[in-house]
């Protein structure tokens, strides 16, 4: 790779220094006077620009920074704060930059108006460069979570769906090329070795597989066009990496490696669902009718019809391996529209737009021996199982959940459902009591009549937005709700209050985290440490850059608190798919635990970035200790590193910009910083 750099000797930089009084004028006149730049007339536009910002390099470029870092130490003389922290890269891309992002294995992307490049985050160096893809819009940018792919769609006149290897630039699929007409669905099946891609043609629907490593196309399959096909259903992928695929009426099982067809059948109406019995060779296939709810859900587009109106839907149980009746008639529903199921490990609950059913998947018989009117609902907040009854809660559509209890028999236990704030995302029965979280609140239902346990001063509620929430040492759960910070006790149905003196200036407090040493609240420009005993450790506060951005930092917080989605769904023991337990807020680690990806594309993909690729998804991953915060100070503009353990201040990263253009890297603990049109500078926290 070539360098292009422009030395400078120290007493020009002295002198320079000389005549300007304040860092953010001497980084300005760092930057103008291009003591570090690209030289435009012998730049290639197919090379990165790198500068390596080592202070002991004999280079030209190692006496232009030796003479920042003497400016740097002059600033720590006038100014006496914490040390401004230097890149340990920046490099010049081929044109300029319109954003960047991170992947999940910690390649950094950058789109310019010039094409789109995957840089090295250790060193800044060139991975790959796809020129051709121009002002990709960041919107229409989307990793294929849990493998380093990238989706990119283009919205434009003519619509066109890319795959792209985000660690090797390799282009795996061009919806344009292969000329398949419009895309419907997308997945990587790890044991096919491949991407599988469902379209729809006007001469035809199919699917078809492209090689992950190699971008080739392994096969495809083609089909008649299915006709009045408005809800398509994710293909349902098994151990061996075979697909079933539903497509209008018929339902294939195409062998995953080849595209041959293993079995086929078909249905009266159009398959609108698939799902299987956990640990069970046995699939199930919705047919008919979609509430307006489950059709918006997973189709993003609205009915336009409303859920009352008469329909039918069926289900039946197949057999995985043959395709062949597992019951001998499927369950039926006639004037009603199908609405979703919650998955137990004997049986399933269905739900519909009128009511409620519990069907047993060795026979499809109705467990409950009549469906009451009105139990049922078109959104599932969450199931609950207790030695009293089966609860379940559904969703209005302004964000209440009404809670059914219903006995094994289906009868409804309380003569009034009571009404929850959000979805359910924790419980857990303490004797005669339900102990729960939802989305917005927390509270005890008394299981003999399902009344609020907690009411008037006891009872805990956040509004209209989610609580934050982590669980002690000791299991109580601490919490910021109703502007105070709470120590609930589920075994004594009671809670304490720790604090409500935040002195939070300008915002309330958004995240919560658990530290050895006590509790940190943090805000945008907040943070704050309160031990176990309410006592504030330090409260570190600084004002907003006028006009900044705000909502972009706050993504961008490292050590961000515990909030609501650091629960975790999924199938379990408690039964009904919901998993009875808090996790911890590194969403990195919990998608290691449920891919299966990381080892086959670490292999096959990454090359020599196998390592760093297996560290990222390690157990140490997300074990931050710092927040960054955007201020003006000392008339600068930039980032204050916070070390949120103590409060001390432990860096500085100058950005003299209200709105800067950035992307942090919690895992591998750098700040990527756009410093010029066409410049990024990498900083190690």
């Known amino acids: 790779m070539t360098h292009y750099n422009q030395p400078i000797s120290h007493q020009s930089c002295r002198d320079d220094i000389h005549e300007k009084s304040t860092f953010s004028q001497f980084r300005k006149s760092f930057r103008n006077d291009k003591i570090v730049r690209g030289d435009s007339q012998s730049q290639r536009d197919d090379t990165l620009v790198i500068?390596?910002?080592?202070?002991?390099?004999?280079?030209?470029?190692?006496?232009?920074y030796r003479c920042l870092f003497l400016s740097l130490g002059l600033l720590a003389v006038l100014a006496a704060e914490a040390q401004v922290l230097t890149p340990s890269w920046e490099i010049s891309l081929p044109g300029k930059l319109k954003w960047m992002q991170i992947n999940d294995y910690g390649i950094l992307i950058a789109s310019c108006d010039n094409g789109l490049y995957g840089v090295n985050?250790?060193?800044?160096?060139k991975l790959w460069e796809i020129t051709t893809l121009t002002n990709v819009p960041e919107a229409n940018y989307q990793v294929i979570e849990g493998t380093p792919l990238v989706l990119i769609t283009d919205k434009g006149g003519e619509?066109?769906?890319?795959?792209?290897?985000?660690?090797?630039?390799?282009l795996i699929f061009d919806s344009a090329k292969e000329a398949l007409g419009s895309i419907i669905s997308r997945k990587v099946i790890p044991e096919a070795g491949g991407v599988m891609i469902a379209y729809s043609s006007e001469v035809g629907d199919g699917i078809t597989m492209f090689d992950y490593v190699t971008g080739d196309r392994k096969w495809d399959a083609k089909f008649e066009k299915a006709k009045g096909k408005d809800l398509q259903p994710q293909p349902i992928i098994d151990t061996e990496g075979n697909i079933v695929y539903a497509l209008g009426k018929n339902l294939y099982k195409l062998n995953g490696s080849t595209g041959a067809i293993l079995w086929q059948t078909d249905a009266k109406k159009n398959y609108i669902d698939l799902f299987l019995q956990p640990n069970a060779q046995v699939l199930f296939a919705v047919s008919g009718s979609p509430s307006s709810t489950f059709f918006e859900e997973n189709t993003g587009k609205q009915i336009g019809l409303a859920s009352g109106t008469a329909g039918n839907f069926a289900v039946d149980a197949l057999d995985l391996s043959s395709g062949g009746e597992v019951w001998k008639k499927p369950v039926e529903y006639s004037k009603a529209k199908y609405s979703g199921v919650a998955l137990g490990e004997n049986d399933f609950l269905l739900f519909q737009t009128f009511s409620s059913g519990k069907i047993d998947y060795a026979t499809g018989d109705h467990l409950w021996k009549k469906e009451k009117m009105?139990?049922?609902?078109?959104?599932?907040?969450?199931?609950?199982?207790?030695?009293?009854?089966?609860?379940?809660?559904?969703?209005?559509?302004?964000?209440?959940?009404?809670?059914?209890?219903?006995?094994?028999?289906?009868?409804?236990?309380?003569?009034?459902?009571?009404?929850?704030?959000g979805r359910l995302t924790y419980y857990k029965q303490y004797g005669n009591a339900l102990f729960f979280i939802s989305e917005q609140e927390t509270n005890f239902l008394n299981l003999d009549d399902g009344t609020f346990m907690w009411n008037g001063d006891k009872y805990l509620s956040?509004?209209?937005?989610?609580?934050?929430?982590?669980?002690?040492?000791?299991?109580?759960?601490?919490?910021y709700i109703k502007g105070k910070l709470v120590r609930v006790m589920p075994d004594q149905q009671d809670w304490v209050e720790i604090t409500s003196n935040f002195a939070f200036r300008g915002e309330l407090p958004t995240g919560l985290q658990l530290l050895p040493n006590g509790y940190l609240l943090t805000g945008n420009q907040n943070a704050m440490l309160i031990s176990k005993s309410g006592r504030v450790g330090y409260h570190k506060f600084y004002p907003a850059p006028e006009q900044s951005f705000g909502a972009k930092l706050a993504l961008g917080v490292l050590g961000a608190g515990t909030a609501l989605t650091s629960f975790a769904y999924g199938a379990s023991s408690i039964g009904y798919g919901m998993q009875g337990a808090l996790q911890g807020n590194d969403d990195f680690t919990r998608k290691a635990q449920k891919q299966m990806t990381v080892a086959t594309f670490t292999r096959d993909v990454t090359g020599g970035l196998g390592a760093m690729a297996q560290a990222r998804f390690g157990e140490q991953a997300g074990t931050d200790t710092y927040k960054l915060i955007l201020t003006k100070k000392d008339h600068s503009i930039g980032f204050v590193k916070i070390n949120i353990l103590t409060g001390e201040e432990e860096g500085q990263i100058v950005t003299n910009d209200r709105t800067p253009d950035f992307s942090i890297d919690p895992i591998g603990k750098k700040v990527f910083l756009k410093s010029a049109d066409d410049r990024v500078a990498c900083y190690d926290l």
């Open 159 to 170: 619509s066109q769906t890319l795959i792209i290897n985000g660690l090797n630039g390799k």
């Open 51 to 64: 500068q390596n910002a080592n202070p002991l390099t004999k280079s030209p470029v190692g006496t232009a």
């Open 462 to 479: 956040a509004g209209e937005v989610p609580i934050s929430v982590v669980q002690d040492e000791d299991g109580s759960f601490v919490m």
């Open 121 to 125: 985050p250790e060193d800044g160096s």
């Open 374 to 421: 009105g139990t049922g609902g078109e959104k599932n907040a969450g199931v609950f199982v207790t030695d009293k009854g089966l609860g379940y809660a559904m969703m209005d559509g302004v964000g209440r959940a009404y809670i059914n209890f219903v006995n094994d028999a289906g009868e409804p236990m309380w003569k009034k459902r009571p009404v929850i704030n």
